[in-house]
């Protein structure tokens, strides 16, 4: 298992930026695939990014895709997610998982950290 806990998020204005980072412990860490999901108020849990053990591969969902940057640091065992542009619609609690298979799905990641919000003022 692989223990999660995300930090970065807070209040930003429109067109502003954020990391996020999500700290990990656990042997597995830096064989694992990681992923970022978000869920706004009212609505289902979503796919944001996600990228394989080694960095070589990542995907994006096509609402942040060429705003956002997904990316890992093994040697300090943490996954960061870089936001650009931001725009009111990316206001969510942001999470970051981690599986042994890379995916686009929830069902992928069996490790989940506990969230950290985001806003996104108009």
């Known amino acids: 298992q692989v223990q999660l806990v995300e930090s970065g998020g807070g209040l930003v204005q429109a067109g502003g930026s954020l990391r996020l980072s999500c700290a990990a412990s656990?042997?597995?860490?830096?064989?694992?695939?990681e992923a970022w999901f978000r869920q706004a108020l009212g609505k289902e849990r979503e796919f944001v990014a996600a990228i394989n053990w080694d960095g070589s591969t990542r995907k994006y969902d096509d609402s942040v895709s060429g705003r956002f940057t997904i990316s890992r640091d093994n040697a300090k065992n943490t996954i960061y997610l870089q936001m650009n542009s931001l725009k009111p619609e990316d206001t969510a609690v942001y999470y970051c998982?981690?599986?042994?298979?890379?995916?686009?799905?929830?069902?992928?990641?069996?490790?989940w950290g506990q969230g950290t919000q985001v806003i996104v003022s108009s």
């Open positions: 998982a981690a599986g042994p298979m890379l995916g686009m799905d929830a069902s992928f990641f069996g490790s």
């Open positions: 656990g042997r597995t860490f830096s064989t694992y695939s």
